[in-house]
């Protein structure tokens, strides 16, 4: 156990920060899940309106070949007509007849086979929709059964950081836990900074390592000489020497 302030808020510090760590891992595998399901919706509505598609598609087709054995039964009634016609304006009144209705029958012709060949390219792109949801369906099963598994292990470890965390916690003076919290609270468990040093003494300059910004050097006489909270007048953490680091236990 930490015998100092300082060293007893890092060790806090450490375990605050693998805290930190597991809860984003646990986020990110949760968020995998989440993700997959999203995806394979999205194939699942797009599978939807391609069947859709290929119905209206294939009532069209329909339509147009019922058009068709209408107007090519009117026809053949017309050729009936044709061979017992009486005179030659009969005859030739009832060939433009003929003559309107095939014209007519051909392009119905042409839209129900094109209605076909789209209801063909669906059918495809149909099957290939489907076996996507299958394999994606597969997909989501194993990132469940892995995350499943992952997240049990995180929590267990989450669970022991928490009860660590606790004993730590139980160093730290009440006054100076409060401040701890409040701002690991505020940057993701990181509530303590590094002093960091640059260039050679005596003209060494000094910022925090949280925020990067420049610290006056008062703080770092202050704590070479006591066993007491700075904060970065920046951004608020509370800030120690890299050799304070060294000779803490592991946690
Ligand atoms: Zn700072």
Redesign the pocket.
Known sequence: MATTLLGALLQLQSVERQIAHVRRRLETRKRAVTAQERKIGELREQLEAQEQQSLDKRKLADGAELDLKVKEEQVSKLRTALNTAKTNKEYSSLLTQINTIKADNAKLEETTLREMQDVDALKEEIARTRSLIESEDKRLAEVNRNSAEEIARLEAMLEGLVAKRAEAAGSVPDEFLSIFERIAENYDGEAM?VIEVHGKEPRQQYT?G????S?NAEHVNALNSRDEMRR??????ILYLERMVEGLPAT
Do not use: E, I, K, V
């Open positions: 900074a925090c949280g925020c990067y910004m610290l970065c007048d920046n951004c608020g953490r």
